[in-house]
């Protein structure tokens, strides 16, 4: 075989098979193939580029050519901009989250319902821009069924999880006589008919593999797996949150949201020091600053919810709005603690309420919960925003600015929406941990027996009695 014809130009390899056969090792260096990525982009080898002009690298704000940061020039922070280009970013940003932040809290006060039929809404477009961001229209077109399967994989997982959300959340509901007929059986057979589903995708994607697409195929199929985990799973933990309680979904979201937002102005005015290559734009003084700023905000702002028992009570009903006059036995991280100061802190305070013409507290009220968001703010403020920095890093890995533009000032949905699911999940994790009281009362445990077959039922008492009775409680 000719020299000339292991020179494969881009076109052709996108046409053929991505698996070749390895080069003989005396020739590697001229046949060395090309590398084929998620997105269908071709790298060829560099020895092939030698010979050519170098091509021009474009701004890393045209959309679509991003770029690795080995390869970055120095970047341009917010405080080094033009005047003009930076207020104009302002205000675009300021109006549009003015905008969401009044859709966020019209949703909240609509109900449950539709705060869960939002999260739904933005998990679905997220998933949306990320399947995207890895599709290949060419491709595409001789794999008819590629997104369909995407689709599917999507519609299943959810069917999982939010089956699991209502047996778990609405068991009361479902075991009761008027319910169990018709949802028992699909309550029961729920994991089974999910696993089914879930094997039927698979073997739909096995059957559609295509000769010369198979790289192409298994690598889409790992990215919408992967997808699946970060946003879907992640978003159905936010959902739990909500049907806990509507403070527990309402907290964090301001957390990340007032953590973003002070990030951006204290970079905006004082950022010098660059955090991340990855995210050029983000600096140290706004890093810190929006983590002093988050710290307070959390405090007083979960202590403002308290006094709302539409927030702080769990949703057992989803037709509850905010007009409902919702109410319940609060946990106890919900009522208010006194703290007594000893006489050196009394003392201490003085000095400075002497001053201010006030007079010096003894007893400081707070409530639990408080305390409580600490530990959200801080991982709002630490961690979350890592969240925003591998999104970065994927738009990196496909050379894209954004993940879309439906947002403007912002980006996509998913560029507001990164630091969100991984916040949301920590929440749950946590509340779970340590917030959390029991689930199981005497109530839904009736209820649940009450579906029992007869002699089950008979075994149940007779069981129960004889431990009752060795640990002296019966005669």
């Known amino acids: 075989m000719s020299h000339g014809k292991h020179r494969t130009s881009v076109s052709n390899a996108q046409q053929h098979d991505e698996t070749r056969l390895p080069p003989s090792p005396g020739k590697s260096a001229s046949r060395r193939s090309s590398v084929t990525d998620i997105s269908g982009r071709t790298t060829p080898d560099k020895s092939q580029h030698q010979s050519r002009s170098p091509t021009p690298v474009r701004s890393p704000s045209h959309k679509g050519n ?41 949703v909240i006060l609509a109900g449950h319902s539709k705060v869960i039929f939002l999260v739904a809404f933005v998990q679905t477009l997220v998933y949306r821009e990320v399947i995207s961001i890895a599709a290949v229209t060419p491709r595409e077109k001789k ?11 999507l519609i299943s997982t959810n069917y999982f999880l939010y089956g699991e959300s209502i047996i778990h ?65 992640q978003s159905h933990f936010i959902i739990n949150n909500i049907l806990e ?38 600096t140290w003084e706004g890093f810190i600053g929006a983590f002093i700023i988050t710290f307070i905000f959390g405090f007083w702002f979960s202590g403002y919810l308290t006094q709302f028992g539409y ?62 968001t600490v530990m959200l703010s801080c991982f709002a403020s630490l961690i979350a925003p890592f969240g925003g920095f591998f999104a970065s890093g994927v738009k990196r890995a496909f050379k894209i600015k954004d993940f879309g533009d439906s947002i403007p000032g912002h980006g996509g949905i998913t560029d507001r929406m990164d630091c969100q699911f991984l916040m949301g999940l920590f929440s749950y994790m946590y509340y779970q941990s340590f917030i959390s ?18 002699h089950q039922q008979i075994r149940i008492y007779q069981e129960l009695g004889a431990q009752l009775t060795a640990r002296g409680l019966l005669q």
């Not at 794999?143 to 994989?153: D, Q, T």
């Not at 199981?440 to 445990?445: D, H």
């Open 169 to 233: 959340y609405f068991r009361n509901t479902i075991y009761t006589p008027a319910y169990w007929t018709l949802l028992g059986p699909l309550a029961k057979h729920h994991r089974f008919i999910s696993f089914a589903l879930y094997c039927g995708g698979f073997v739909w994607f096995v059957m559609n593999l295509r000769t010369h697409h198979y790289k192409f195929q298994i690598q889409a199929f790992g990215w919408t797996h992967m997808t699946l985990l970060l946003v879907v799973v």
């Open 143 to 153: 794999l008819p069924w590629m997104r369909a399967i995407n689709w599917y994989f």
């Open 245 to 282: 309680g509507l403070i527990w979904f309402v907290l964090p979201v301001s957390l990340v949201i007032v953590n973003d937002i002070a990030a951006y102005v204290c970079g905006f005015l004082w950022g010098r020091t660059p955090l991340i290559s990855l995210s050029p734009k983000k």
């Open 66 to 106: 991003g770029h690795d940061s080995n390869t970055d020039s120095k970047p341009t922070l917010l405080v080094n901009e033009p005047a003009t280009t930076r207020f104009h970013n302002l205000w675009v940003r300021s109006m549009t989250t003015l905008l969401m932040v009044g859709g966020f809290i019209a």
């Open 437 to 454: 009281p029991s689930s199981i009362t005497v109530g839904a445990a009736l209820r649940m027996i009450a579906t029992l077959k007869p």
């Open 311 to 372: 927030l702080v009570c769990p949703a057992r009903d989803l037709q509850t709005t905010s007009l409902s006059g919702l109410n319940c036995t609060r946990n106890s991280v919900f009522l208010e603690h006194s703290w007594v100061l000893s006489e050196t802190a009394v003392g201490a305070l003085d000095m400075v309420y002497s001053k201010l013409g006030r007079e010096t507290p003894t007893v400081i009220s707070y409530y639990p919960v408080q305390l409580h």
